[in-house]
């Protein structure tokens, strides 16, 4: 069934929420059958002269792509959505509209009682399987970001792998629960979450948005091995690199006193992997 352009732009007017959210209008739709990428298709959009607050989404992607250059399997069923901001803030301030966009649609899903989290730095999962995933691109003019693109990738009917869940499923396996009713609905909670993140980084700040982040992110607590080392997540900075701090296998006897103390490193996104178990149904 094709994108319903009329459905989403009702179930974006509705709600206390929209109400009070005023980037939400007016927002310049275009939705597309199947692209590339609707990143992509964005940047060209601006390129012919699309304002900030353009949203493509589109039924498939050809050309989709993750993190780092990585394909994004992107098949009929999937919701897939990019939408440009102007946001005006230092280049180096770029991860906080990955970490404002994370927080911001898993709110906004929780607030429909999915219980999402995030999987550091860009994943949304569900019954720790990947539901989602954040795709962040600017452009730099004089030190600061010109345009923003965020791209975000849901699976809402569209198969996918073992350590993945489309939204359907965890609906059918959850009955008690009010439902999301379509794609165009799921669409619009995730530009209010997009947005809504935003507002709130730009009215609260990075320290107050990463406290709201971390109660969110399902990594905290875990144990990964890094270089040999048995560390513990304990959560992101600024900058949004993950904060791990590491305990000595052995006591360090230095002077005839024995170090026991334990010391952090941080990682940027993409120099570890924390990676997904596959889970058996069963």
């Given at each position: ?55 493509v989404i589109a039924e498939q992607q050809t050309a989709g792509r993750g993190q780092w250059g990585r394909q994004w399997i992107s098949q009929f069923g999937g919701l897939y959505l990019s939408i440009a ?83 359907q499923t965890f609906q059918q396996e959850n009955l008690h629960l009010e439902p999301i009713t379509s794609i165009e609905n799921l669409a619009a909670i995730a530009l209010k979450g997009i947005l809504t ?86």
């Open positions: 069934m094709a994108f319903n352009q009329k459905q989403l732009i009702q179930a974006l007017q509705n709600g206390q929420e929209a109400q009070q959210n005023k980037i939400l209008s007016p927002l310049n739709l275009h939705i597309f059958d199947s692209v590339g990428s609707t990143n992509q298709m964005i940047w060209d959009l601006i390129e012919q002269g699309s304002p900030a607050e353009t949203v901001i102007a946001p005006n803030i230092t280049a180096t301030n770029a991860p906080h509209l990955t970490l404002s966009s994370a927080w911001g649609i898993t709110a906004a899903l929780r607030d429909r009682h999915i219980p999402v989290l995030i999987k550091w730095p860009n994943d949304l999962i569900l019954t720790n399987r990947k539901l989602g995933g954040i795709l962040t691109e600017t452009r730099v003019r004089d030190g600061k970001i010109a345009k923003a693109v965020i791209g975000i990738g849901i699976n809402w009917t569209n198969p996918v792998p073992p350590t993945g869940i489309n939204l993140g935003y507002q709130y980084l730009q009215n609260q700040g990075i320290e107050k948005l990463l406290t709201s982040y971390q109660k969110l992110l399902s990594n905290i607590g875990s144990f990964i091995e890094v270089d040999g080392n048995k560390g513990e997540i304990i959560g992101v900075n600024k900058a949004g690199e993950l904060r791990v701090k590491f305990y000595p296998k052995t006591p360090i006897t230095e002077n005839n006193y024995i170090n026991t103390s334990a010391w952090e490193n941080s990682y940027s996104p993409g120099t570890i992997s924390l990676g997904y178990e596959l889970r058996n149904k069963n």
